[in-house]
């Protein structure tokens, strides 16, 4: 399968990304088969460059945008915007904040409340004792 993505270019901390035709098997960074554009995010505004006749022609022949792909493809102007990304700009959904990364690679999970809030058992309860079996016991007299 082939698959339109983005490959990171740039130095650290200065991303700039090239609009790359790649085989899904490829790694990120690897092998790809047409470079189809170039994205930087850190200029204000970002700076798309697609050559809109590659990327029809890959289009055509199969080739399936990745999600930031398809976003940047559609600011140009050579797809139209997927269904759901419309639906969340027009009900104003912003993305969902990512979990700490600390905590997920130590494996920490926090206990429910319902855990902590619990009283727990005190020193002085007696231990419950059956009334049968007490009374039983006092009612037998050793005989003579």
């Known amino acids: 399968m082939i698959k339109i993505r983005l490959r990171r270019v740039g130095s650290k901390k200065k991303p700039q ?9 490829s790694p990120r960074d690897g092998r790809f088969i047409d470079i189809i554009g170039h994205y930087n995010p850190l200029t204000d505004p ?4 697609i050559a809109e006749d590659k990327a029809r022609h890959w289009l055509e022949r199969g080739a399936q945008p990745t999600d930031t792909a398809a976003r940047l493809l559609a600011k140009v102007g050579i797809i139209e915007e997927p269904k759901a990304r419309k639906e969340k700009i027009e009900a104003g959904i912003t993305t969902k904040p990512k979990a700490s990364k600390k905590k997920a690679k130590a494996g920490v999970e926090e206990e429910p409340e319902t855990n902590k809030r619990e009283p727990k058992a005190s020193i002085t309860e007696e231990p ?3 009334k ?3 009374e039983a016991d006092i009612a037998e007299e050793p005989e003579k």
């Open 17 to 25: 990304y090239r609009l790359v035709v790649a085989d899904v098997r």
């Open 46 to 49: 970002e700076t798309v460059v």
């Open 128 to 130: 419950e004792t059956n």
């Open 132 to 134: 049968d079996e007490s």
